[in-house]
C-alpha cells in the first residue's frame, strides 16, 4: 500500500498570500487529520476530516480551511499569510481512529 | 477537547540507562495512547501503543503503562541506544480526536 502522501513538499510565499496544501490518505483510510509543526511546539492539531466532513477542529484562527473530497483526498488553505505561519505542515490518515500514519509534510515558509 | 501535557521536554541519558516519559490528559473519554517517535527531518511513526482495557503493554526494549485512574500514562525505555535519540510524542484520542503532547527530546549519549 502506498503511504501518505502531500504535495508540495516545499513552499515559499509572502505575507498576504494564500496557500492550498494537499494530502492524499493511505487507501481505504477515511480519516485525515492535519497538524501545524514549529520548533518546541509539538504537533498543533489543526482539524480532522471523516467522510467529508470536519469532525473536530483545534483552536487556529478562521484563516486556515480545509475540506475533505469524495476520494478522502484533502486540502487545507491559509489564507492572509503572516510570518508566524511558517511551519512543517503534517497530515495523517486513519482507518478507524487508531494509528496515525503521517505524511511527508509540506514545509511552508512566509517571507 | 482533550488537553495532553507531557514531560520532560527534554531528557538526556547514558546509552545502556533507562528513559522514562510521562503524559497525562484530561478527556476521561479518552480510549487509545499511541506514542510516537520523530527522527531529525522525518516523519512521526508510531512506536507503541496502549488502549484502556490494558494497564501495561511491552514490545522489546519499550513498555507503557497507564493509570486512567490518575489519567496518565508512560513510555519506558529500557537499554537505551543511540539510535533512540529522537522526538518523542505521546497521544491521546477518544476514537476521532486525537491530541499530541509537546514532545520529548531525548538524546542518548555513546
Known amino acids: 500500500k502506498a503511504g501518505v502522501t502531500q504535495t508540495p513538499r516545499y513552499l515559499i510565499k509572502t505575507r498576504g498570500q494564500q496557500v492550498t496544501l494537499s494530502c492524499s490518505p493511505i487507501s481505504g483510510h477515511r480519516s485525515v487529520s492535519w497538524y501545524q509543526q514549529t520548533p518546541g511546539q509539538g504537533l498543533q492539531f489543526l482539524f480532522e476530516?471523516?467522510?467529508?466532513?470536519?469532525?473536530n477542529k483545534g483552536n487556529f484562527p478562521g484563516r486556515f480551511s480545509g475540506r475533505q473530497f469524495s476520494n478522502s483526498r484533502s486540502e487545507m488553505n491559509v489564507s492572509t499569510l503572516e510570518l508566524g505561519d511558517s511551519a512543517l505542515y503534517l497530515c495523517a490518515s486513519s482507518a478507524a481512529g487508531d494509528e496515525q500514519f503521517f505524511g511527508p509534510g509540506t514545509r511552508l515558509t512566509v517571507l | 477537547g482533550e488537553n495532553v501535557e507531557q514531560h520532560p521536554s527534554t531528557l538526556s541519558v547514558q546509552e545502556g540507562d533507562s528513559a522514562v516519559i510521562k503524559c497525562t490528559y484530561s478527556?476521561?473519554?479518552?480510549?487509545?495512547f499511541p506514542w510516537y517517535k520523530q527522527e531529525l527531518g522525518k516523519r512521526p511513526q508510531l512506536i507503541i501503543d496502549i488502549r484502556s482495557n490494558v494497564g501495561e503493554k511491552k514490545d522489546q526494549r519499550i513498555a507503557v503503562t497507564l493509570n486512567k485512574t490518575a489519567k496518565h500514562f508512560s513510555l519506558h525505555i529500557t537499554e537505551t541506544q543511540p539510535e533512540d535519540s529522537a522526538v518523542y510524542f505521546c497521544a491521546a484520542s477518544n476514537n476521532n480526536d486525537m491530541r499530541f503532547g509537546a514532545g520529548t527530546r531525548l538524546t542518548v549519549k555513546p
Open positions: 478527556d476521561s473519554a479518552s480510549n487509545y
Open positions: 476530516y471523516f467522510s467529508e466532513t470536519q469532525r
